[in-house]
């Protein structure tokens, strides 16, 4: 395989690249034969082991013996030309006759001084000796090398084994049939396969020869190339007729191909020959009408064997040769292809026969792709607008036919995605047609091509547009055939011959012009023209389709009620997805055209209707949405036709004499039919000016015939339809399987193999896209719920950024027309009622804005002609300085009255109204967001929320459950509980942006509803506070837009230098002057505060009704709960959970933390103001616990004192700006103690240089002092702890530290009665050791007594029996040694000679000691690394390993089981262990050293915390009672109980029916109220 692989590689893709290399690099008649092998090579066979012995080694053979031949010439020739000394003599000079011809033969002669061209003239056959030499050797070493009998006798002797094979395998029973049957399906894929293979390769060689046939038909358009474009025009032609062709017409076509572009290519090969070239030179007629070009230079005489390119050539002639020789190659290629095809199909068939059912699956397989046997089911799908609907409706329908029923149902094929998609594209070819008519003739601007824009015009504003455009398809290409061939004639190299006017009409205004690269333009119309095949194809379809259609037979019809809940394939799915998206963003894109089309280029006053249009569209949808409704299908056929009439008229105007027409017919100058927009463009201006009204009208006509009907439906909201339930797109059966290839191998499956079918289970394929499938729709899902989510919070907010956004461009714009944009949103913010009214008013006023500022634009207005000109005053009738005076609005220039009103010249378009046009798009986007939220609400039948909330499940009794919950809670409801001091925050933000004049009334009114404290009565103040902030805005924004300078009246200030007013001055006082304007951008604080104001005006107002106060809970400033009332709130300081912590931190801690923050706000700087913040933190300090405990109001009357501080504190900054920023010169010359005492600085910026004041000063101003940052933020957390204050959990901190100020002294007394409790147990420990050995010696006594007596008696009975004889005669021996060995006389006399049986003792607790002590205790971590020092790891953890086995078996048994299990672990020998050891490797080694440090830091772990435990016994049982004891207390102080120090006390007397003692919190604890009774 790898040597016919190798042998394939030289021979298709070597071999030909050396015999195009020979004839390129060089032109003589012996390249011409190789250039003729070459042509022939495609024509064979590759070279395997059966042609290898027929044609194709007969080729290689006669090539390689060619190149012989010709190497032979060159040597003998040389020799002679050497040896022979006529021979040079009759070739003469270098430009000789026979020298030429030579030349032109091959042989010549060699300069050996021209190295380089010398080794150019015989490489070419030296190579192709090499390369053919080594083709036709490998391709030899393919064939065996055995003979045919040898074979013969081979296979005859393995007749017999196989027989016996096969005798064996028989009987094998039911594997043999299973390895049978996966040998069938196999060998049936393998063939499947190789018939797809083929099929697809003919397809793409069909589809190649096609395509290169257009390329070199017009890549040098001349006589020859003319061939293949007809050619092409004509199949395309003959294809979109639907003309059937026979295999032996195909077959003829391509050979005739061939053999022509075979001649083409000779021809253009030997016109390289500088004879052919004298015959016909390159300039003559015959030349250029058959397209021969010279690609080489004549020869120089004195270098006649250089090679020189002409590259004077277009890159296009270079290109021709190249795709006629692919051209040739392919056709050759398909032709051989098309010839196996019968061969194949039969070998395919002679392996299918085995089985009947493969064998007619492969017939089917195999004719599938044969389109004149499918003619009615490619037809039977395509849908006509007029039929699509009722096609719709059948769709879901089961059909039965009364008729005879053949034996076999026919099987419907299953269509491949790119067969649907073919089917889709050929559905909307005339869409297609009629987009690459208006394209085509915008791209070429001719005459010619206006008649396609006036008739897809035509065709696009008729009703049944589908047929009338299928009617007009030979037409249409028939017309654009002809533009195509005109073209191509005028693509030729004719130019001189060809005329350029006929009549009085120029051949350019047609069109008829030759271009630089014709091949460009030709490939373009034609692919212009490819639609208009299209759409004939598909008329003479449905033709077909009407003639070949059968009589009706009666049918059965009935509704199947499995249909609806059929799942639906993947691509039907993705088709319906990306159709539902086109309808409902397509408008969209629409919108954008409209401002593209409108500020693309110069403004004109067809550009203008456009936008005044797209305007009048926008204020109807805003103010009356259903009448807009009614009127936008009328709007899009009116934007059409307008559409078309700006195109025909800017079209028209570009050709001659036209501008003459249109002068005399209006009579209008040139500059008015420009502001017209009737101008005659270049080339680059044309197109742009032409394709973008041109796409706009495609752009519009989809949305008008297309996407209209489905959009109104989805925009309705009268008739909402409800939501679709979701079906899951199901894979086709093929996908499921993951075969593509067998589709149909279950239905012909026998009915009775049961196994069979049971064996068909999905694929991994198959279940992989089921799962892409559910992830698809998961992600669905969170897409949906993130889209509910942003809409809701659109729709909560959108108003705040519209109205936001518009004051902004009012302020960046400062001008009478905004004005009233202001004050309409001034007002519209407090009261609510007005919003939508403003809404509607600001986008009328937006768009009559916009329409006078394009206006403006236009060259017939000029403000030069009613401009003034305002005459410069005396230095002594004004204070403005001499360089003031220049840069004064009045003097600068002539002064334009319209830019009082916002209206300007000379600016961008686009810049200059983008922020109107992004105010417009915000104010139209409000109504969407609105409309789409009542749509949704409608569609899922949902009520609107009571409260303006995003989480509708978060509510006031969910706030303590979790911290989500509690996030969740506060981004409902955080203005409703903290608006009031956002608005306090804001009010501080304008002072300290500001620091002028105007902000003291802000301040003013902060001190004012500061002081009103109660909520109560700031709400009845707040209305008041609104009105005052919406109007002293308008106020200033008036002085921001002062007088009209066109009246050059100055300012009454400016009027006199003895007025003492100075330009920094009248800045602070913000007034208005022409000089320095006052900075209106300032305002958008001002307006942030009115914003916030008016919020909060709402929740004053929300407070009031039940949904808020049950949904948010109730904002209220009293706290004084009743007598028995339980806190409403649970008790968070035992810090049960997260949430819990993080009140303690905020509720607890948070104070300290602001104290921190009054101390950074009085060391920033060294001023009076800051002495009192840190007077008032170290008072804080000092009897902060104590404030902390008093009732509220004595709490927050302390606490308002220290905020109205701040607050004056912040208004004397402002105030003293006055100082700082006006008069600092006067004040670092007189008061430096003043700028030092208040620590003086001017934080805003314009009204002196920082770094030019400091020079040649003693006084330095603060330069690196912040302004009233601190103050801001010091006020900030300020009223978040009063709020922290008038919160019902800070009553749980109160009782805390008030139960903890009554345990002031329990620690010592605990601690105390700890002591005496110890010497009472050492004193009664110490009298029962006594009373015990009192008790030892008595018994010790007595016992000794008794001794003594029992001794005394035994001597006196032992003494008359030493005297007496025994009654035998005889003395007993041990008798005799007792009295021979005294004192000692018996055993018992032996033990009581010490006397320790008087010490015996039957104590109990010392038994018990000696039973703990025999106890072993655990290895500690010193001992478990010393048993490792002294041992090894390993026997370290084995031990620690059995520890910890037998501490987890002792809770299971008793004492004794621990024994005997202890007693059957065996030990295991050091030896044992030694060779365990030796045997272990590095790395077990290592891990063993690593599990001994890991056992070693848990056995330190372990240590360390069973000293700590032991170590803080005493103090952790201290802490328990102790906070049982607070326990207790708080309980009390909660039920409203008068607790006293003596409460405590009280506890641990026991009294009867006493429920609030210790037995009462043993309740709640019963081991922390066990610990802390052994305290007492």
Same mark, same amino acid.
């Given at each position: 395989?790898?040597?016919?692989?190798?042998?394939?590689?030289?021979?298709?893709?070597?071999?030909p690249?050396?015999?195009?290399?020979?004839?390129?690099?060089?032109?003589?008649?012996?390249?011409?034969v190789y250039?003729?092998?070459l042509?022939?090579?495609?024509?064979f066979?590759?070279?395997?082991?059966?042609?290898?012995?027929?044609?194709?080694?007969?080729?290689?053979?006669?090539?390689l013996? @060619?190149?012989i031949?010709?190497?032979?010439?060159?040597?003998?020739?040389?020799?002679?030309?050497?040896?022979?000394p006529?021979?040079s003599?009759?070739?003469g000079?270098?430009?000789?006759?026979?020298?030429t011809?030579?030349?032109?033969?091959?042989v010549?002669?060699?300069?050996?001084?021209?190295?380089?061209?010398?080794?150019?003239?015989?490489?070419p056959?030296?190579?192709?000796?090499l390369?053919?030499?080594?083709?036709?050797g490998?391709?030899?070493?393919?064939?065996p090398?055995?003979?045919?009998?040898?074979?013969?006798?081979?296979?005859?002797?393995?007749?017999?084994?196989?027989?016996?094979?096969e005798?064996?395998?028989r009987?094998?029973?039911?594997?043999a049939?299973?390895?049978?049957?996966?040998?069938k399906?196999?060998?049936?894929?393998?063939?499947?396969?190789?018939?797809?293979?083929?099929?697809?390769l003919?397809?793409?060689?069909?589809?190649?020869?096609?395509?290169?046939?257009?390329?070199?038909?017009?890549?040098?358009?001349?006589?020859f190339s003319?061939?293949?474009?007809?050619?092409f025009?004509?199949?395309? @032609?003959w294809?979109?007729?639907h003309?059937?062709?026979?295999?032996?017409?195909?077959?003829t076509?391509?050979?005739?191909?061939?053999?022509?572009a075979?001649g083409?290519?000779?021809?253009?090969y030997?016109?390289?020959?500088p004879?052919?070239?004298?015959?016909?030179?390159?300039a003559?007629?015959?030349?250029?009408?058959?397209?021969?070009?010279?690609?080489?230079?004549?020869?120089?005489c004195?270098?006649?064997h250089?090679?020189?390119?002409?590259?004077?050539?277009?890159?296009?002639?270079y290109m021709?040769?190249?795709?006629l020789?692919?051209?040739?190659?392919?056709?050759?290629?398909l032709?051989?292809?098309r010839?196996?095809?019968?061969?194949?199909?039969?070998?395919?068939e002679?392996?299918?026969?085995?089985a009947?059912?493969?064998?007619?699956?492969l017939?089917?397989?195999?004719?599938?792709?044969?389109?004149?046997a499918?003619?009615?089911?490619?037809? *039977?799908?395509?849908?006509?607008?007029?039929?699509?609907a009722?096609?719709?409706?059948?769709e879901?329908?089961?059909?039965?036919?009364?008729?005879?029923?053949?034996?076999?149902?026919?099987?419907?094929?299953?269509?491949?995605?790119?067969?649907a998609?073919?089917h889709?594209?050929?559905?909307?070819?005339?869409?297609?047609?009629?987009?690459a008519?208006?394209?085509?003739?915008?791209?070429?601007?001719?005459?010619l091509t206006?008649v396609l824009?006036?008739?897809?015009?035509?065709?696009?504003?008729?009703?049944?547009?589908?047929?009338f455009a299928?009617?007009?398809?030979?037409?249409?290409?028939?017309?654009?055939?002809?533009l195509?061939?005109? /073209?191509?004639?005028?693509?030729?190299?004719?130019?001189?011959?060809l005329?350029?006017r006929v009549?009085?009409?120029?051949?350019e205004?047609?069109?008829?012009?030759?271009?630089?690269?014709?091949?460009l333009?030709?490939?373009?119309?034609l692919?212009?023209t490819l639609?208009?095949w299209?759409?004939?194809?598909?008329?003479?379809?449905?033709?077909l389709?009407?003639?070949?259609?059968?009589?009706?037979?009666?049918?059965e019809?009935?509704?199947?009620?499995?249909?609806p809940?059929?799942?639906?394939?993947?691509?039907?799915?993705?088709g319906?997805?990306?159709?539902?998206?086109?309808?409902?963003?397509w408008i969209?894109?629409?919108?954008?055209?409209f401002?593209?089309?409108?500020?693309?280029?110069?403004?004109v006053?067809?550009?203008?209707?456009?936008?005044l249009?797209?305007?009048?569209?926008?204020?109807?949808?805003?103010?009356?949405?259903?009448?807009?409704r009614?009127?936008?299908?009328?709007?899009?056929?009116?934007?059409?036709?307008?559409t078309?009439?700006v195109?025909?008229?800017?079209?028209t105007?570009?050709?001659?004499?036209?501008?003459?027409?249109?002068?005399?017919?209006?009579?209008?100058?040139?500059?008015?039919?420009?502001?017209?927009?009737?101008?005659?463009?270049?080339v680059?201006?044309l197109?742009?000016?032409?394709?973008?009204?041109?796409f706009?009208l495609?752009a519009c006509?989809?949305?008008?015939?297309?996407?209209?009907?489905?959009?109104?439906?989805?925009?309705?909201?009268?008739?909402?339809?409800?939501?679709?339930t979701?079906?899951?797109?199901a894979p086709r059966c093929?996908?499921?399987?993951?075969? %593509?290839?067998l589709p %149909?191998?279950?239905?012909?499956?026998?009915?009775?193999?049961s196994?069979s079918?049971?064996e068909?289970v999905?694929?991994?394929?198959g279940?992989?896209?089921?799962?892409?499938?559910v992830?698809?729709?998961?992600?669905?899902?969170?897409?949906?719920?993130g889209?509910?989510?942003v809409?809701?919070?659109?729709?909560?907010?959108?108003?705040?950024?519209?109205?936001?956004y518009?004051?902004w461009?009012?302020?960046?714009?400062?001008?009478?027309?905004?004005?009233?944009?202001v004050?309409?949103?001034?007002?519209a913010?407090?009261?609510?009622?007005?919003r939508?009214?403003?809404?509607?008013?600001?986008?009328?006023?937006?768009?009559i804005?916009?329409?006078?500022?394009?206006l403006? /634009?236009?060259?017939?207005?000029?403000?030069?002609?009613y401009?003034?000109?305002?005459?410069?005053?005396?230095?002594?009738?004004?204070?403005?300085?001499g360089s003031?005076?220049?840069?004064s609005?009045l003097?600068?220039?002539?002064?334009?009255?319209a830019?009082?009103?916002?209206?300007?010249?000379?600016?961008?378009?686009?810049?200059?109204?983008?922020?109107h046009?992004?105010?417009?798009?915000?104010l139209v986007?409000?109504?969407?967001?609105?409309?789409?939220? *009542?749509?949704?609400?409608?569609?899922?039948?949902?009520?609107?929320?009571?409260?303006?909330t995003?989480?509708?499940?978060?509510s006031?009794?969910?706030?303590?459950?979790?911290?989500?919950?509690?996030?969740?809670?506060?981004i409902?409801y955080?203005?409703?509980?903290?608006?009031?001091?956002?608005?306090f925050?804001?009010?501080?933000?304008?002072?300290g942006?500001?620091?002028?004049?105007?902000?003291?009334?802000?301040?003013?009114?902060?001190v004012?509803?500061?002081?009103?404290?109660?909520r109560?009565a700031?709400?009845?103040l707040?209305?008041?506070?609104?009105?005052?902030?919406?109007?002293?805005?308008?106020?200033?924004?008036?002085?921001?837009v002062?007088?009209?300078?066109a009246l050059?009246?100055?300012?009454?200030?400016?009027?006199?230098r003895s007025?003492?007013?100075?330009?920094?001055?009248i800045?602070?006082?913000?007034?208005?002057?022409?000089?320095?304007?006052?900075?209106?951008?300032?305002?958008i604080s001002?307006?942030?505060?009115?914003?916030?104001?008016?919020?909060q005006?709402q929740?004053f107002?929300?407070?009031?009704?039940?949904?808020?106060?049950?949904?948010?809970?109730?904002?209220?400033?009293?706290?004084?709960?009743?007598?028995?009332?339980?806190?409403?709130?649970?008790?968070?300081?035992?810090c049960?959970?997260?949430?819990?912590?993080?009140?303690?931190?905020?509720?607890?801690?948070?104070?300290?933390?602001?104290?921190?923050?009054?101390?950074i706000?009085?060391?920033?700087?060294?001023?009076?103001?800051?002495?009192g913040?840190l007077?008032a933190c170290?008072?804080?300090l000092l009897?902060?616990?104590?404030?902390?405990?008093?009732?509220?109001?004595?709490?927050?009357m302390?606490?308002?004192?220290?905020?109205?501080?701040n607050?004056t504190?912040?208004?004397?900054k402002?105030?003293?700006?006055?100082l700082?920023?006006?008069?600092?010169?006067?004040?670092?010359s007189?008061?430096?103690w003043v700028?030092?005492?208040f620590?003086l600085v001017?934080?805003?910026?314009?009204?002196?240089d920082?770094?030019?004041?400091?020079?040649?000063?003693?006084?330095?101003?603060p330069?690196?002092?912040?302004?009233?940052i601190?103050?801001?933020?010091?006020?900030?957390?300020?009223?978040l702890?009063?709020?922290?204050?008038?919160?019902?959990?800070?009553?749980?901190?109160?009782?805390?530290?008030?139960?903890?100020?009554?345990?002031?002294?329990?620690?010592?007394?605990?601690?105390k009665?700890r002591t005496?409790k110890?010497m009472?147990?050492?004193?009664?420990?110490e009298?029962?050791?006594l009373?015990?050995?009192?008790?030892?010696?008595?018994?010790?006594?007595a016992?000794?007594?008794?001794?003594h007596?029992?001794?005394?008696?035994s001597?006196?009975a032992?003494?008359?029996d030493?005297d007496?004889?025994?009654?035998?005669?005889?003395?007993?021996?041990s008798?005799?040694?007792k009295?021979w060995?005294?004192p000692?006389?018996?055993?018992?006399?032996v033990?009581?000679s010490?006397?320790?049986f008087?010490?015996?003792?039957?104590?109990?607790?010392?038994?018990?000691?000696?039973?703990? *002590?025999?106890?072993?205790?655990k290895?500690?971590?010193?001992?478990?690394?010393?048993?490792?020092?002294?041992t090894?790891?390993?026997?370290?953890?084995?031990?620690?390993?059995?520890?910890?086995?037998?501490?987890?078996?002792s809770?299971?048994?008793?004492?004794?089981?621990?024994?005997?299990?202890?007693?059957?672990?065996? *030990?295991?020998?050091?030896?044992?262990?030694?060779?365990d050891?030796?045997?272990?490797?590095?790395?077990?080694?290592?891990?063993?050293m690593?599990?001994?440090?890991?056992?070693?830091?848990?056995?330190?772990?372990d240590?360390?915390t069973?000293?700590?435990?032991?170590?803080?016994?005493?103090?952790?049982?201290?802490?328990?009672?102790?906070?049982?004891?607070?326990?207790v207390?708080?309980?009390?102080l909660?039920?409203g109980d008068?607790?006293?120090?003596?409460?405590?006390d009280?506890?641990?007397?026991?009294?009867?029916?006493?429920e609030?003692g210790?037995?009462?919190?043993?309740?709640?604890d019963?081991?922390?109220?066990m610990?802390s009774r052994?305290?007492?």
């Amino acid at each position: 395989m790898e040597l016919r692989a190798l042998c394939g590689a030289l021979y298709w893709l070597v071999l030909p690249l050396s015999l195009l290399a020979a004839c390129v690099f060089r032109f003589n008649a012996l390249s011409l034969v190789y250039l003729l092998y070459l042509l022939l090579l495609p024509w064979f066979l590759g070279p395997t082991e059966h042609t290898i012995k027929g044609h194709t080694g007969r080729l290689l053979q006669a090539l390689l013996g @060619t190149s012989i031949l010709f190497l032979t010439a060159h040597l003998v020739f040389q020799i002679c030309l050497y040896t022979v000394p006529d021979l040079s003599q009759l070739l003469g000079q270098n430009c000789s006759t026979w020298e030429t011809l030579a030349r032109h033969i091959g042989v010549t002669r060699l300069d050996l001084n021209d190295i380089p061209n010398s080794v150019r003239l015989v490489a070419p056959d030296l190579g192709i000796l090499l390369v053919s030499a080594v083709c036709l050797g490998l391709g030899r070493r393919l064939v065996p090398k055995d003979s045919a009998a040898a074979r013969v006798r081979r296979l005859q002797s393995l007749e017999p084994l196989e027989q016996e094979e096969e005798d064996l395998e028989r009987p094998a029973g039911q594997g043999a049939a299973e390895e049978v049957g996966s040998a069938k399906r196999k060998g049936l894929l393998a063939a499947t396969l190789r018939v797809r293979a083929h099929w697809l390769l003919l397809a793409v060689g069909k589809c190649l020869v096609i395509l290169l046939l257009a390329l070199a038909g017009i890549a040098l358009p001349s006589a020859f190339s003319s061939v293949y474009y007809l050619l092409f025009v004509g199949i395309c @032609t003959w294809w979109a007729c639907h003309f059937p062709i026979s295999h032996v017409g195909f077959n003829t076509l391509c050979i005739m191909v061939g053999v022509f572009a075979a001649g083409h290519l000779l021809c253009i090969y030997s016109y390289q020959a500088p004879f052919i070239q004298g015959l016909f030179p390159p300039a003559s007629i015959w030349a250029r009408v058959f397209g021969l070009k010279a690609f080489i230079l004549p020869l120089n005489c004195t270098n006649p064997h250089a090679l020189l390119l002409d590259t004077s050539h277009p890159w296009p002639v270079y290109m021709n040769p190249g795709v006629l020789l692919l051209l040739y190659f392919t056709v050759a290629s398909l032709l051989k292809l098309r010839k196996l095809d019968s061969s194949e199909r039969d070998k395919a068939e002679a392996s299918a026969v085995v089985a009947s059912e493969p064998q007619d699956e492969l017939v089917e397989l195999e004719s599938w792709p044969r389109e004149g046997a499918h003619l009615a089911e490619d037809t *039977e799908r395509m849908l006509s607008p007029d039929t699509e609907a009722s096609t719709a409706d059948t769709e879901n329908c089961t059909v039965h036919v009364i008729g005879p029923v053949s034996k076999k149902p026919e099987r419907r094929r299953q269509r491949l995605p790119l067969h649907a998609l073919g089917h889709v594209i050929m559905n909307q070819s005339y869409v297609c047609a009629l987009i690459a008519m208006m394209v085509w003739s915008i791209t070429y601007h001719s005459w010619l091509t206006f008649v396609l824009l006036l008739w897809a015009c035509l065709i696009w504003i008729v009703r049944s547009r589908h047929h009338f455009a299928m009617l007009c398809s030979p037409f249409l290409l028939l017309y654009g055939l002809a533009l195509c061939s005109l /073209q191509y004639v005028w693509g030729m190299d004719l130019e001189p011959e060809l005329p350029t006017r006929v009549g009085f009409m120029s051949l350019e205004q047609l069109g008829l012009v030759r271009t630089k690269y014709p091949c460009l333009d030709l490939g373009a119309k034609l692919l212009y023209t490819l639609t208009f095949w299209l759409l004939l194809r598909q008329f003479v379809q449905e033709k077909l389709l009407k003639c070949r259609r059968p009589p009706a037979p009666l049918l059965e019809v009935t509704v199947s009620d499995a249909e609806p809940g059929r799942p639906r394939s993947v691509l039907k799915f993705l088709g319906e997805l990306l159709t539902d998206l086109y309808a409902k963003y397509w408008i969209y894109v629409c919108a954008g055209m409209f401002i593209v089309v409108s500020f693309a280029g110069r403004l004109v006053v067809y550009k203008i209707v456009y936008m005044l249009l797209f305007l009048l569209c926008l204020i109807v949808f805003q103010v009356y949405y259903s009448l807009w409704r009614k009127l936008l299908k009328g709007f899009w056929w009116l934007v059409v036709a307008y559409t078309m009439l700006v195109l025909i008229a800017v079209y028209t105007f570009q050709f001659e004499d036209f501008p003459m027409y249109w002068r005399n017919l209006t009579g209008l100058t040139d500059q008015q039919l420009g502001d017209l927009g009737l101008e005659q463009f270049s080339v680059s201006e044309l197109f742009s000016s032409i394709l973008i009204p041109g796409f706009f009208l495609l752009a519009c006509i989809l949305q008008l015939h297309y996407f209209h009907r489905p959009f109104m439906r989805i925009t309705d909201l009268e008739h909402v339809a409800p939501p679709e339930t979701r079906s899951l797109p199901a894979p086709r059966c093929e996908e499921a399987r993951g075969s %593509h290839l067998l589709p %149909h191998a279950e239905e012909e499956a026998e009915p009775g193999d049961s196994d069979s079918a049971s064996e068909v289970v999905p694929s991994k394929w198959g279940l992989v896209l089921e799962r892409l499938v559910v992830l698809g729709w998961t992600f669905s899902d969170i897409l949906t719920r993130g889209q509910v989510f942003v809409r809701r919070l659109l729709e909560l907010h959108i108003l705040k950024l519209v109205a936001l956004y518009t004051v902004w461009v009012a302020l960046q714009e400062v001008s009478v027309m905004n004005f009233l944009l202001v004050a309409l949103w001034a007002f519209a913010l407090p009261y609510c009622r007005f919003r939508h009214m403003a809404s509607c008013l600001c986008t009328i006023w937006v768009c009559i804005i916009i329409v006078c500022k394009m206006l403006y /634009q236009l060259k017939a207005v000029d403000p030069r002609e009613y401009s003034s000109n305002c005459t410069q005053p005396q230095l002594n009738d004004t204070n403005l300085l001499g360089s003031e005076v220049k840069n004064s609005t009045l003097y600068q220039g002539p002064v334009d009255p319209a830019n009082w009103f916002g209206i300007r010249k000379g600016f961008p378009n686009l810049g200059y109204i983008q922020n109107h046009l992004l105010v417009l798009m915000l104010l139209v986007f409000e109504a969407i967001v609105y409309r789409r939220q *009542e749509y949704y609400r409608k569609q899922y039948q949902l009520v609107l929320p009571a409260t303006q909330t995003l989480f509708e499940e978060a509510s006031r009794e969910h706030l303590d459950r979790s911290l989500v919950s509690c996030a969740k809670y506060f981004i409902n409801y955080f203005y409703y509980k903290f608006g009031l001091e956002v608005c306090f925050l804001m009010t501080v933000n304008v002072i300290g942006q500001r620091m002028n004049f105007m902000v003291i009334l802000h301040g003013c009114w902060l001190v004012v509803i500061l002081t009103r404290r109660r909520r109560a009565a700031i709400a009845r103040l707040w209305p008041k506070y609104c009105l005052f902030l919406a109007l002293f805005l308008l106020y200033q924004y008036l002085l921001c837009v002062g007088i009209p300078p066109a009246l050059c009246i100055d300012y009454p200030w400016r009027w006199s230098r003895s007025i003492p007013m100075n330009s920094a001055l009248i800045k602070w006082m913000y007034l208005p002057d022409f000089y320095m304007a006052p900075n209106s951008t300032n305002l958008i604080s001002d307006f942030l505060l009115l914003l916030c104001a008016s919020q909060q005006w709402q929740v004053f107002a929300a407070e009031r009704t039940e949904e808020w106060l049950r949904a948010a809970g109730e904002n209220t400033d009293q706290l004084e709960l009743a007598r028995g009332r339980p806190n409403p709130v649970p008790n968070f300081i035992n810090c049960r959970s997260y949430l819990d912590m993080l009140k303690v931190v905020v509720f607890r801690y948070y104070f300290w933390l602001v104290l921190v923050v009054v101390f950074i706000t009085g060391a920033t700087r060294i001023s009076i103001f800051g002495l009192g913040y840190l007077l008032a933190c170290f008072y804080l300090l000092l009897f902060g616990t104590a404030m902390l405990r008093k009732p509220v109001k004595a709490r927050l009357m302390l606490w308002d004192c220290l905020i109205l501080y701040n607050v004056t504190v912040i208004i004397s900054k402002n105030m003293l700006s006055l100082l700082s920023c006006v008069f600092v010169q006067q004040m670092q010359s007189n008061f430096c103690w003043v700028i030092q005492l208040f620590s003086l600085v001017c934080t805003v910026k314009g009204y002196y240089d920082p770094k030019e004041m400091g020079k040649d000063q003693d006084c330095l101003l603060p330069m690196e002092e912040a302004g009233i940052i601190w103050d801001s933020i010091c006020f900030f957390f300020l009223l978040l702890q009063r709020r922290v204050f008038l919160s019902y959990y800070f009553l749980h901190v109160m009782t805390e530290l008030q139960a903890s100020a009554l345990q002031a002294s329990r620690g010592f007394a605990l601690y105390k009665a700890r002591t005496l409790k110890s010497m009472r147990s050492h004193r009664h420990a110490e009298e029962k050791s006594l009373a015990q050995l009192k008790r030892q010696m008595e018994r010790i006594r007595a016992k000794q007594e008794k001794y003594h007596l029992g001794q005394r008696r035994s001597d006196s009975a032992e003494a008359p029996d030493e005297d007496q004889p025994e009654p035998s005669g005889e003395k007993d021996p041990s008798r005799q040694r007792k009295n021979w060995w005294r004192p000692w006389l018996d055993h018992a006399a032996v033990l009581h000679s010490g006397e320790y049986f008087l010490f015996e003792s039957d104590s109990e607790e010392e038994e018990e000691a000696s039973l703990e *002590e025999q106890k072993p205790a655990k290895q500690s971590a010193f001992q478990l690394a010393y048993q490792a020092w002294v041992t090894n790891t390993k026997s370290a953890l084995k031990e620690r390993q059995r520890q910890d086995q037998e501490d987890a078996e002792s809770p299971a048994g008793d004492d004794g089981d621990g024994d005997v299990c202890e007693a059957q672990v065996p *030990e295991e020998p050091e030896d044992q262990e030694e060779e365990d050891t030796e045997r272990s490797n590095m790395v077990q080694r290592a891990l063993n050293m690593v599990r001994f440090l890991w056992v070693l830091c848990q056995a330190m772990v372990d240590g360390l915390t069973q000293w700590l435990h032991a170590f803080t016994k005493e103090h952790r049982d201290m802490s328990t009672v102790l906070w049982v004891e607070r326990y207790v207390l708080t309980q009390k102080l909660c039920q409203g109980d008068e607790v006293h120090s003596g409460v405590l006390d009280d506890l641990y007397q026991p009294a009867p029916g006493d429920e609030t003692g210790l037995q009462a919190a043993s309740t709640v604890d019963s081991h922390n109220s066990m610990a802390s009774r052994q305290w007492v």
